[in-house]
């Protein structure tokens, strides 16, 4: 600060963690630069001794937001005489001065004893001050203009920066050549694990056993180009706290005005293109040929140079991210959550056909997905890849899916119908288009209402849907739903008598007369029932006097007597001379006699009969045939049913273990950095541990997740997930720990843990299956932590079902055996 051109410095406790002696030696080199150099300085200490006090000229004594004493020190002393407090002999002015203004330490110094003592508060000091002769001057100056002909030349600022733009990047360039070269050890580190990275990824997917003939030998090569993309990525991780650290130097120097932003960012990223360039060359010089890539020289430029810009990517939204977060650890989580969603949406692990049409967006905008098409573009457009391959044609004559053909039928009041079939039948299809609530998608044919054409503004005011969620406002009470939706739905032209008449009628045609005024409350917590919320819902609707009613599974998650009394409050509707329509599934016998027709062409229950039973029986293959009913399309259809929605979902619980691992890995690393001596400290006294955060994380991550992928609901799979998944979260973290222990610091914990979060994810049985890995590195899959967490997550959910899918180029199989010889054997 003092070799640039400021004349006035403010220097805030510069003495502490300084010994008294280098104290008094940087405090007389500043009273020497105010004396002889013309320059202000205003300083604040912690207990000052008696000689750096001395060195002092002017003091400013503050206390409650008032100033008790400014001015020279030769005279402080003086002035709390007038007041009537003496500082005894020996004692340190300035303790004095911090003791004086102190209720409890006040009175000892209180000179004359003959007069009662009573506390003097800040502002009675500040008063005193204005009328001692020091304060009159401060005053009497003030009240002076000020002669601008005595204005120091250094007071008057034309420019921003004090030097050119040139000569600022010039000394940038310089420093930041410096620090290059005071951190090679970091880069050659970095240099070494592409090396060593490369070697083995070469000798995984060895060119002697990498082929052109098949789909598996494709998907190997882009199992090596993926991997590539993700060392590249975390290649750029380092960035991260190498960033972090320099940020404070940034800001106080950008504060100052030293230079502008772009300045120091320019040769930040300039002079580590070279580096980048030198590990994208050393990368791609091993792994190309020994892999066995297309042979062409362009392709081999190409490649080398779409890895050379993901890794600009990659270093350049990992300087962003530090510098948006600017703390290390939410830095690291912030780099990780990128990290997940950029290789999810990228195309490689998610395909671009399964990512749901909400996150499209994010496959586009994602840089990744540009990288990694160009890259497989690159590969399999090379002549050895145009092979003939067999076609397997599946018989789809047209693009859109027709999910309800040749559906006729009519519903007549005081008739209750029930829409039945298996899952999947198209009953709540049917249900929607006849509701006029299906908004996507393609509709044909006719629907008439007494003979006339259905006009779908008129029909929502005649008609009522009963959802299958039962969704009301909790803080209200059962009369006070039905008041509301009275008044909003039914004509201006009934009166509030009356409608408050028909809602008194609604209710004891539910049966809720007893709960009227019982509060909603949240389903399953507190208030209603689930069947009392069931016939709320139907009630809601009966308030707006529809002659149409239809019903979405009533009874289901009910048990034989709350869906009794559903069945009753449907007949109750029906009785009144409405039109009532349910969906319905395994009705006991008791709810079955309560229709008084199903959809024409299924057989009608025989006497005595189990309703589940004759479900069972028109479901058959038979049955499907007389129906006219292709459940095979629907299968087809099926997103989990076929080998890529395996893979898909293998590719899920891969990214989940892999990456909240890496985020829990390097967070634990920023921790336990920072605290390293308390964490040992605490973790010996039982206050730490890692076990509680890894069980919660685990608990929220599988609560989510299980129900979402459609995982199997048994408990021992979901306790195996479960199981499987906190110990993963719980080996991650151990091992940052791990790293950081053995490492000087942050940043070479970072590189450590980056070298093998790589060997994790190519052992992982991931990017190539076990049966593919060679016999010389099988070793390392069986010692991989990952490998076994995607083995047992594998097994686990997979590994015990019979179901047959179809997998391209080969014969139809059971689940469970095309997991055996793709991922296990």
Same mark, same amino acid.
């Given at each position: 600060?003092?070799?640039?051109?400021?004349?006035?410095?403010?220097?805030?406790?510069?003495?502490?963690?300084?010994?008294?002696?280098?104290?008094?030696?940087?405090?007389?080199?500043?009273?020497?630069?105010?004396?002889?150099?013309?320059?202000?300085? $205003?300083?604040?200490?912690?207990?000052?001794?008696?000689?750096?006090?001395?060195?002092?000229?002017?003091?400013? $004594?503050?206390?409650?937001?008032?100033?008790?004493?400014?001015?020279?020190?030769?005279? !402080?002393?003086?002035? *709390?005489?007038?007041? =009537?407090?003496?500082?005894?002999?020996?004692?340190?002015?300035?303790?004095?001065?911090?003791?004086?203004?102190?209720?409890?330490?006040?009175?000892?110094?209180?000179?004359?004893?003959?007069?009662?003592?009573?506390?003097?508060?800040?502002?009675?000091?500040? %008063?005193?001050?204005? %009328?001692?002769?020091?304060?009159?001057?401060?005053?009497?100056?003030?009240?002076?203009?000020?002669?601008?002909? %005595?204005?120091?030349?250094?007071?008057?600022? +034309?420019?921003?920066?004090?030097?050119?733009?040139?000569?600022?990047?010039?000394?940038?360039?310089?420093?930041?050549?410096?620090?290059?070269?005071?951190?090679?050890?970091?880069?050659?580190?970095?240099?070494?694990?592409?090396?060593?990275?490369?070697?083995?990824?070469?000798?995984?997917?060895?060119?002697?056993?990498?082929?052109?003939?098949?789909?598996?030998?494709?998907?190997? @090569?882009? =199992?090596?180009?993926?991997?590539?993309?993700?060392?590249?990525?975390? %290649?750029?991780?380092?960035?991260?706290?190498?960033?972090?650290?320099?940020?404070?130097? *940034?800001?106080?120097?950008?504060?100052?005005?030293?230079?502008?932003?772009?300045?120091?960012?320019?040769?930040?990223?300039?002079?580590?293109?070279?580096?980048?360039?030198?590990?994208?060359?050393?990368?791609?010089?091993?792994?190309?040929?020994?892999?066995?890539?297309?042979?062409?020289?362009?392709?081999?430029?190409?490649? +080398?140079?779409?890895?050379? $810009?993901?890794?600009?990517?990659?270093?350049?939204?990992?300087?962003?991210?530090?510098?948006?977060?600017?703390?290390?650890?939410?830095?690291?989580?912030?780099?990780?959550?990128?990290?997940?969603?950029?290789?999810?949406?990228?195309?490689?692990?998610?395909?671009?056909?399964?990512?749901?049409?909400?996150? #499209?967006?994010?496959?586009?905008?994602?840089?990744?997905? @540009?990288?990694?098409?160009?890259?497989?573009?690159?590969?399999?457009?090379?002549?050895?890849?145009?092979?003939?391959?067999?076609?397997?044609?599946?018989?789809?004559?047209? &693009?859109?899916?027709?999910?309800?053909?040749?559906?006729?039928?009519?519903?007549?009041?005081?008739?209750?119908?029930?829409?039945? =079939?298996?899952?999947?039948?198209? #009953?709540?299809?049917?249900?929607?288009?006849?509701?006029?609530?299906?908004?996507?998608?393609?509709?044909?044919?006719?629907?008439?209402?007494?003979?006339?054409?259905?006009?779908?503004?008129?029909?929502?005011?005649?008609?009522?849907?009963?959802?299958?969620?039962?969704?009301?406002?909790?803080?209200?009470?059962?009369?006070?739903?039905?008041?509301?939706?009275?008044?909003?739905? $039914?004509?201006?032209?009934?009166?509030?008598?009356?409608?408050?008449?028909?809602? &008194?009628?609604?209710?004891?045609?539910?049966?809720?007369?007893?709960?009227?005024?019982?509060?909603?409350?949240? /389903?399953?917590?507190?208030?209603?029932?689930?069947?009392?919320?069931?016939?709320?819902?139907?009630?809601?609707?009966? !308030?707006?006097?529809?002659?149409?009613?239809?019903? &979405?599974?009533?009874?289901?998650?009910?048990?034989?007597?709350?869906?009794?009394?559903?069945?009753?409050?449907?007949?109750?509707?029906?009785?009144?001379?409405?039109?009532? !329509?349910?969906?319905?599934?395994?009705?006991?016998?008791?709810?079955?006699?309560?229709?008084?027709?199903?959809?024409?062409?299924?057989?009608?229950?025989?006497?005595?009969?189990?309703?589940?039973?004759?479900?069972?029986?028109?479901?058959?293959?038979?049955?499907?045939?007389?129906?006219?009913?292709?459940?095979?399309?629907?299968?087809?259809?099926?997103?989990?049913? &076929?080998?890529?929605?395996?893979?898909?979902?293998?590719?899920?619980?891969?990214?989940?273990?892999? +990456?909240?691992?890496?985020?829990?890995?390097?967070? !634990?690393?920023?921790?336990?950095?920072?605290?390293?001596?308390?964490?040992?400290?605490?973790?010996?006294?039982?206050?730490?541990?890692?076990?509680? @955060?890894?069980?919660?994380?685990?608990?929220?991550?599988?609560?989510?997740?299980?129900?979402?992928?459609?995982?199997?609901?048994?408990?021992? #799979?979901?306790?195996? +997930?479960?199981?499987?998944?906190?110990? /993963?979260?719980?080996?991650?973290? @151990?091992?940052?720990?791990?790293?950081?222990?053995?490492?000087?610091?942050?940043?070479?914990?970072?590189?450590?843990?980056?070298?093998? *979060?790589?060997?994790f994810q190519l052992f992982s049985g991931f990017f190539i299956p076990k049966p593919k890995i060679p016999k010389w590195w099988i070793w390392y899959y069986w010692i991989c932590p990952v490998a076994w967490t995607v083995y047992g997550l594998i097994t686990t959910q997979y590994g015990d079902l019979d179901d047959i899918i179809e997998v391209p180029g080969q014969m139809k199989q059971p689940i469970k055996t095309f997991v055996k010889e793709h991922w296990l054997s």
């Amino acid at each position: 600060m003092i070799v640039g051109p400021m004349r006035i410095y403010f220097m805030d406790e510069i003495s502490v963690g300084v010994d008294s002696s280098t104290t008094y030696q940087i405090i007389k080199c500043l009273q020497q630069i105010v004396h002889f150099g013309e320059a202000t300085i $205003l300083m604040s200490l912690l207990q000052p001794s008696p000689e750096i006090f001395d060195l002092f000229d002017d003091i400013i $004594l503050i206390n409650e937001g008032h100033i008790l004493y400014q001015g020279p020190r030769e005279f !402080v002393l003086r002035f *709390f005489d007038s007041c =009537g407090f003496h500082c005894p002999e020996r004692k340190s002015i300035a303790d004095f001065m911090q003791e004086v203004i102190s209720r409890k330490d006040q009175q000892q110094y209180w000179a004359d004893h003959s007069l009662p003592y009573s506390y003097v508060s800040a502002q009675e000091f500040s %008063n005193q001050f204005d %009328n001692f002769f020091i304060g009159l001057n401060h005053k009497y100056e003030l009240s002076i203009p000020f002669d601008k002909s %005595n204005s120091h030349s250094a007071s008057l600022v +034309f420019e921003k920066h004090t030097v050119s733009y040139s000569e600022l990047l010039s000394a940038s360039f310089a420093k930041e050549w410096l620090l290059i070269k005071r951190n090679l050890f970091i880069h050659i580190i970095k240099l070494i694990q592409i090396i060593v990275l490369a070697f083995i990824a070469s000798t995984l997917f060895l060119r002697a056993r990498m082929h052109t003939n098949t789909l598996s030998d494709g998907n190997m @090569y882009i =199992g090596s180009l993926t991997f590539a993309i993700i060392v590249n990525l975390v %290649n750029g991780f380092p960035q991260l706290s190498l960033t972090v650290s320099r940020l404070p130097e *940034f800001y106080k120097h950008r504060d100052l005005l030293l230079y502008p932003a772009w300045v120091f960012t320019l040769p930040n990223f300039v002079l580590r293109v070279p580096i980048s360039m030198l590990e994208s060359i050393v990368w791609v010089s091993i792994t190309y040929y020994m892999i066995g890539f297309a042979p062409e020289a362009s392709r081999f430029f190409k490649q +080398f140079l779409l890895l050379f $810009l993901m890794q600009q990517v990659a270093a350049g939204l990992f300087r962003l991210i530090a510098a948006l977060c600017r703390s290390l650890i939410i830095s690291n989580t912030g780099g990780s959550l990128s990290l997940v969603i950029m290789c999810v949406l990228a195309g490689f692990i998610l395909p671009k056909g399964a990512i749901p049409t909400w996150w #499209k967006w994010g496959y586009w905008i994602s840089p990744l997905s @540009y990288g990694f098409n160009a890259l497989v573009i690159n590969e399999f457009l090379a002549p050895r890849w145009m092979n003939k391959f067999e076609l397997k044609i599946h018989e789809v004559n047209q &693009d859109q899916l027709q999910l309800l053909t040749g559906v006729t039928g009519a519903f007549r009041p005081k008739i209750l119908t029930a829409l039945m =079939g298996v899952s999947g039948a198209g #009953k709540t299809t049917l249900l929607d288009v006849l509701a006029g609530r299906k908004t996507s998608g393609y509709i044909e044919g006719e629907i008439r209402i007494s003979g006339y054409p259905k006009m779908q503004a008129t029909f929502t005011r005649i008609s009522g849907y009963c959802e299958q969620n039962d969704i009301h406002s909790p803080r209200v009470t059962v009369r006070e739903s039905l008041i509301y939706s009275a008044f909003l739905r $039914l004509p201006k032209e009934v009166s509030d008598e009356k409608k408050m008449a028909f809602v &008194d009628e609604v209710i004891g045609l539910v049966e809720l007369n007893n709960l009227k005024d019982a509060i909603v409350g949240i /389903s399953g917590v507190s208030g209603l029932s689930t069947e009392q919320r069931k016939r709320l819902t139907i009630a809601v609707e009966l !308030v707006a006097n529809p002659s149409i009613i239809f019903m &979405d599974e009533p009874t289901s998650g009910l048990d034989a007597r709350a869906a009794a009394i559903v069945m009753r409050t449907v007949r109750n509707t029906v009785d009144t001379g409405r039109t009532v !329509v349910c969906t319905i599934h395994q009705p006991s016998t008791e709810i079955f006699e309560e229709f008084d027709e199903a959809i024409p062409g299924i057989p009608k229950i025989k006497d005595n009969y189990n309703p589940a039973t004759w479900m069972l029986k028109v479901s058959s293959n038979a049955a499907k045939i007389n129906l006219g009913i292709d459940l095979a399309n629907y299968y087809k259809a099926s997103t989990v049913e &076929d080998a890529n929605g395996i893979r898909t979902v293998i590719g899920s619980m891969y990214v989940a273990v892999m +990456f909240i691992g890496i985020t829990n890995c390097t967070t !634990v690393q920023s921790i336990v950095a920072i605290e390293r001596t308390v964490f040992y400290r605490e973790r010996a006294a039982g206050m730490y541990s890692a076990l509680p @955060y890894a069980l919660a994380q685990a608990l929220i991550y599988i609560i989510i997740i299980y129900p979402m992928m459609r995982f199997e609901w048994t408990m021992e #799979k979901f306790m195996w +997930f479960y199981y499987i998944s906190f110990c /993963s979260f719980l080996y991650f973290t @151990y091992y940052g720990m791990m790293t950081i222990s053995f490492s000087p610091n942050p940043h070479v914990a970072i590189i450590l843990a980056s070298i093998f *979060f790589s060997l994790f994810q190519l052992f992982s049985g991931f990017f190539i299956p076990k049966p593919k890995i060679p016999k010389w590195w099988i070793w390392y899959y069986w010692i991989c932590p990952v490998a076994w967490t995607v083995y047992g997550l594998i097994t686990t959910q997979y590994g015990d079902l019979d179901d047959i899918i179809e997998v391209p180029g080969q014969m139809k199989q059971p689940i469970k055996t095309f997991v055996k010889e793709h991922w296990l054997s």
